[in-house]
């Protein structure tokens, strides 16, 4: 079929409210939320269910035209933005979101791609049972987006990345099959586990429709607290002490520097309920049982005595928990005010963050000394968002060959969840063995051998 004639035929297919192919309706599907990566989409469209997916996939196929998945667009490395061809076709799992059972007993949920996350979380709230995937952009970010981009966030100390939450899914390939592969099993060593080649692929293996993930009881404690840190080794001895005094109840341990707080209550006009720290951590406990909050406050008078925090407050209400998280949660945006910024989202052995951040601290002012670095993530997990604040004439991919240089140095990775997207397509060449980079286009070819899944994206262009 020839170009021109291709959306009407999609048209057909999705109906005429899911077809999109003028003027201003098509913006949401030409940038990226922070404007950072521009396309022009041949068209998007918006199917109602699998078999309308797999439909567009089949005409897209026989035409020879690549597709796009998008989602909640809240990815930070252009993974959901199209090309400037204008020849490709997006594809918005945005009208799928139904949410289609929960098992209270076997504790799961099943549910389309295009439902938003927050969604979701409220919706097994309401039988008593957690959703445990918590990130920022929960409130936008869809299902089909957290599976196909292995989504991280606040809480994978104690629930792992969103792969460990997927039991089952729901895929359409390149060629328009449908896998029905929603199984809720928690134990099945049938063959390949093939579900894990499309969740943290971004959409360069399959389209994801729906997925079966697990979920957990709802603790019934919980405490969050924010404390002042003189030195990032200072924080590491702070966890260390936690995992002793509170171990499994831990699910949440953010490190912030004081400059990234700073630039929130500047930006966002929040106040820090504590004095001026080179470092601060935030903290959250949960249990089902009851004695947390007693073990968690003996656990901060222990480590304010050692000097390791030096100073500390619990939040004693609902309320007081949402302010210490929303101050960590606006730091992306602060940072966006602030000025133009060069994001790494790394990671290093949590047992090397002190020593990864000294050394890139010096490497990076020494050769652009005109930066401001503004760190904070998800120590925890040794993830840190090791964002700098630059000037408009510096030359990002310099900067971040530097950065990556040190985080491959200290044996890290170059992408702890936001994913490779467009933006590492060629960090990722340049860091990962051949050998590797080799298996993975052979996944690539077998699956859509006419790269017409999100080309460009996670694999660079041949
Ligand atoms: C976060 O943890 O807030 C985001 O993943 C980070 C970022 O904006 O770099
Ligand atoms: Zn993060």
């Excluded at 005429?16 to 521009?38: A, E, I, Q």
């Excluded at 020879?64 to 993974?79: C, E, F, K, Q």
């Excluded at 080179?278 to 249990?287: H, I, M, N, T």
Aim: charged share 20%.
């Amino acid at each position: 079929m020839r170009l021109d004639a291709l959306p009407a035929a999609l048209g057909q297919v999705v109906g005429n409210r899911g077809l999109v192919t003028d003027g201003s309706d098509l913006d949401p599907y030409r940038h990226d939320w922070r404007h950072m990566f521009k396309g022009r989409p041949l068209c998007a469209v918006l199917p109602r269910n699998t078999r309308e997916v797999a439909e567009v996939m089949q005409l897209c196929a026989a035409s020879g035209v690549a597709v796009v998945p998008h989602g909640g667009n809240t990815g930070l490395s252009g993974g959901a933005t199209p090309d400037e061809s204008g020849q490709q076709v997006v594809l918005s799992l945005a009208r799928m979101n139904a949410i289609r059972d929960i098992d209270v007993i076997g504790e799961t949920i099943e549910v389309e791609a295009g439902c938003v996350l927050q969604t979701a979380q409220e919706a097994v709230d309401e039988k008593g049972l957690l959703l445990p995937i918590t990130l920022a952009a929960e409130g936008s970010a869809r299902i089909g987006g957290i599976v196909s981009t292995n989504a991280g966030g606040t809480n994978v100390l104690r629930y792992g990345m969103a792969r460990s939450r997927i039991l089952g899914l729901e895929v359409v390939t390149a060629d328009g099959q449908v896998i029905n592969g929603l199984r809720r099993l928690r134990k099945d060593n049938a063959g390949y586990d093939w579900k894990q080649w499309f969740i943290g692929s971004e959409g360069t293996l399959g389209i994801v429709t729906a997925a079966v993930l697990q979920l957990a009881p709802k603790p019934r404690h919980r405490v969050t607290a924010l404390l002042a840190i003189p030195s990032p080794a200072d924080a590491l001895q702070v966890l260390c002490a936690a995992r002793n005094a509170i171990g499994e109840t831990l699910t949440g341990f953010e490190l912030m520097a004081g400059s990234a707080l700073e630039l929130v209550t500047r930006h966002q006009h929040l106040k820090v309920p504590l004095g001026a720290s080179a470092w601060y951590v935030l903290l959250e406990a949960s249990s089902s049982l009851p004695g947390l909050r007693d073990a968690t406050e003996a656990f901060l008078g222990d480590v304010l005595e050692r000097e390791i925090a030096t100073d500390g407050v619990v939040a004693e209400s609902e309320r007081q928990e949402a302010d210490l998280w929303t101050l960590r949660e606006s730091i992306t945006e602060a940072e966006g005010r602030e000025g133009r910024s060069v994001k790494h989202d790394v990671s290093v052995p949590i047992s090397s963050i002190p020593d990864f951040l000294k050394t890139a601290d010096e490497a990076v002012m020494r050769s652009f000394p005109d930066v401001r670095i503004n760190t904070f993530g998800h120590a925890g997990d040794g993830n840190l968002h090791y964002n700098v604040i630059v000037p408009t004439y510096l030359d990002a991919a310099a900067l971040n060959q530097l950065v990556h240089d040190v985080v491959v140095s200290f044996g890290g990775s170059i992408s702890a969840e936001h994913g490779i997207g467009q933006y590492r397509v060629n960090e990722l060449e340049r860091c990962r063995a051949s050998v590797e980079l080799a298996i993975a286009r052979r996944i690539k070819d077998a699956l859509d051998p006419q790269n017409l899944l999100n080309p460009g994206k996670v694999l660079a262009l041949r």
